[in-house]
């Protein structure tokens, strides 16, 4: 792609340090290694899928893109601008500040049970966008309302009166109502029915190609992705062990955490069902991890002495497949 990326970060990392660290504490520094080495371009009406396994740094990722956390060392770039050395605080005080925003995993807890649906997502507008008079936030309000399939007159009720479709709708309303660039979806369809989840996953992808927005999708769940993103990244550890496009992924995965990952996913049509790869054996800690090692050595099916020796580096190859394994599946 040869358009400026909506947001594109190099070499991101995002460390915290355990035990307070300061002048009186013994030994080296503790620091848990959340996000480590991360580079990611997303760029107009492109949709990116987040996977890997709880604790693999997908939420702190997306955290940090969305300058709700500051972070530890790389660069930050939205259409180009450098905006890694604003803080947290200067961010939100930025005009950039409505060009990225977030729809949470659990539409019920992101909701303020105080606020009535039109002021939930009357709430950015008037924050970020500062519209001119009462007129012209209802107009607003209103598009975006029928922009996500909610009737108006839901627009007066408060969240308990609304079911789970409903509350999505609202997050995802109260997101798109000051125009974004970029939208990170933090699993928003995780606690919601399946069938609601196809309804919610179809509105998004028509806003998508209607609007323009960029979409990260952050999930777990290998099937939702490959339904709505036409991109995939695997974190494993803090780290991506794999890139590419959905196809690539799903067709010819070659990281063995990928195709372990692939592996679980269950299916109920005959002949599809892949073997399934166990990683068996314990995860390696995320503290102060060592600079040597391959993060998935110990557990992997593929290692061999090189990998504790050496750890191996994300490479790029001619199809655009980004690859960290020493001995990845042809």
């Not at 930050?76 to 409505?98: E, H, N, W």
């Not at 039109?118 to 209802?138: G, Y």
């Not at 028509?206 to 993103?229: I, Q, T």
Request: hydrophobic share 40%; charged share 20%.
């Amino acid at each position: 792609m040869t358009e400026t990326p909506i947001i594109e970060i190099e070499n991101l990392e995002k460390h915290f340090v355990l035990g307070g660290g300061g002048m009186l504490q013994r030994g080296p520094v503790q620091k848990l290694h959340a996000v480590d080495d991360v580079s990611l371009a997303i760029h107009p009406g492109e949709a990116v899928g987040l996977v890997g396994e709880s604790g693999c740094g997908k939420s702190t990722l997306s955290r940090v893109l969305c300058r709700l956390a500051d972070p530890t060392a790389g660069r930050i770039r939205m259409k180009g601008q450098d905006v890694t050395d604003l803080t947290t605080a200067a961010f939100t005080r930025s005009p950039l500040r409505r060009m990225i925003q977030m729809v949470f995993q659990d539409p019920t807890e992101s909701l303020n049970p105080r606020f009535t649906v039109f002021d939930l997502i009357a709430d950015p507008l008037r924050q970020l966008a500062a519209p001119a008079n009462r007129a012209e936030l209802k107009t607003k309000v209103e598009a975006v309302a029928n922009a996500v399939n909610l009737p108006l007159p839901l627009l007066s009720r408060f969240p308990h009166q609304l079911s789970g479709g409903q509350k999505a709708r609202v997050g995802i309303a109260r997101a798109m109502v000051v125009e974004p660039w970029l939208l990170v979806l933090d699993e928003p369809t995780s606690a919601l029915d399946v069938s609601v989840q196809a309804t919610v996953l179809q509105l998004l992808d028509r806003l998508r190609r209607e609007a323009g927005v960029a979409l990260l999708f952050v999930s777990h769940d290998l099937n939702v992705v490959r339904l709505l993103c036409s991109r995939i990244v695997v974190m494993y550890l803090g780290q991506v062990v794999e890139s590419g496009t959905t196809e690539q992924i799903f067709n010819q995965p070659r990281h063995p955490y990928t195709r372990a990952l692939l592996s679980a996913i269950p299916t109920l049509r005959a002949g599809q069902q892949r073997e399934r790869i166990k990683l068996d054996g314990e995860p390696q800690s995320p503290v102060n991890p060592s600079p040597s090692i391959c993060r998935l050595y110990g557990r992997c099916p593929s290692q061999q002495d090189r990998c504790r020796q050496i750890a191996p580096e994300l490479i790029t190859g001619t199809d655009g497949r980004g690859l960290r394994c020493h001995f990845p599946a042809a």
